[in-house]
C-alpha cells in the first residue's frame, strides 16, 4: 500500500496535488508543511498544517512521502525543499495525468507533474522536480535539466537543452536546438530563436502591428 503523502506548501499549487493525489491516484494527504514564518493557519483544506522541522518529526520517512508543491514564483524555495527531503531519506512522487502523452523511456525524476494534456515526447530527458502544465510540449531529444517550470501550452521544439531553474512562460515557443542558460525567466508569448544567456530574463513585446523580443 502507497504512503500518505505530506504536501510542502499551502497555495494554489498544493490545492491541486491534493486533488491529484487523492481523486486521481488514490493516495491520502496527511498534512502539509510550511516554513515556521509562513504559517498562519493550523488546517488547511481539513488537513493539519506544522512547521517543516515538526512534519518531518511527526511523519517521518518511513511512514509517509513528501510532495513539494511551491509553485513558479519561488522556484529555489521549491528545489531547497526537495532537496532538505530526499537528505532526510523521502521518497518524493510524482504525478502524471492520465491524459497526458509522454513516450516510452522517458525518465521521469521525483517531485515531477505532468498536467492534462501535456506532450513528452520519445528521447527527451526530464530532470528532477520539473513542472509542466496542460498542454505544455516538450519534443524529441530535448534536456530539461531540475526544477523547471513550464506554464500552460508552452512549445519547446527539437534537441533544445533547457537549463536548471528556468520559468517558462504561457505560450512561449523555444526553437528547435536552443540553448537557454540556467535561471532564465522565459515570459508568456515569447518566441526565443537564439541562446539564452543564463538568469536572462526575456518577453514578448506587443504593440498593435508587431511582436518582437526585448
Known amino acids: 500500500m502507497a ?36 504559517l498562519r ?5 481539513d488537513r493539519p498544517v506544522l512547521a517543516f522541522d515538526d512534519a518531518v518529526q ?8 513528501v510532495f513539494v508543491a511551491i509553485g513558479h514564483t519561488a522556484t529555489a524555495a521549491r528545489k531547497s525543499k526537495v532537496v532538505a527531503a530526499q537528505a532526510l531519506g523521502y ?19 521525483p517531485n515531477t507533474l505532468i498536467q492534462e494534456l501535456a506532450v513528452v515526447s520519445p528521447f527527451v530527458r526530464l530532470g528532477d522536480d520539473v513542472m509542466l502544465c ?6 524529441h531529444h530535448t534536456r530539461v535539466g531540475a526544477h523547471c517550470f513550464f506554464s500552460a ?4 521544439c527539437g534537441e533544445a537543452q533547457i537549463g536548471e531553474l528556468c520559468f517558462i512562460g504561457a505560450n512561449a515557443t523555444i526553437r528547435d536546438r536552443v540553448t537557454v542558460g540556467d535561471g532564465c525567466v522565459i ?17 514578448a513585446h506587443r504593440t498593435a502591428r508587431t511582436r518582437t523580443l526585448e
Open 58 to 65: 511527526r511523519f517521518p520517512a518511513a511512514t509517509h512521502d
Open 134 to 139: 496542460p498542454h505544455a510540449s516538450i519534443n
Open 187 to 203: 515570459g508568456a508569448g515569447a518566441v526565443i530563436m537564439a541562446d539564452c544567456e543564463p538568469r536572462g530574463v526575456y518577453r
Open 91 to 109: 521518497a518524493l512522487p510524482s504525478f502524471v495525468h492520465a491524459s497526458a502523452s509522454v513516450a516510452p523511456g522517458v525518465s521521469i525524476g
Open 41 to 45: 493557519e493550523d488546517t488547511f483544506l
Open 153 to 156: 501550452a508552452v512549445v519547446v
Open 3 to 38: 504512503k500518505p503523502i505530506v504536501i510542502v506548501g499551502t497555495g494554489l499549487l498544493a490545492e491541486q496535488m491534493r486533488f491529484y493525489f487523492e481523486q486521481q491516484a488514490g493516495r491520502r494527504v496527511e498534512a502539509y508543511a510550511l516554513d515556521p514564518e509562513f
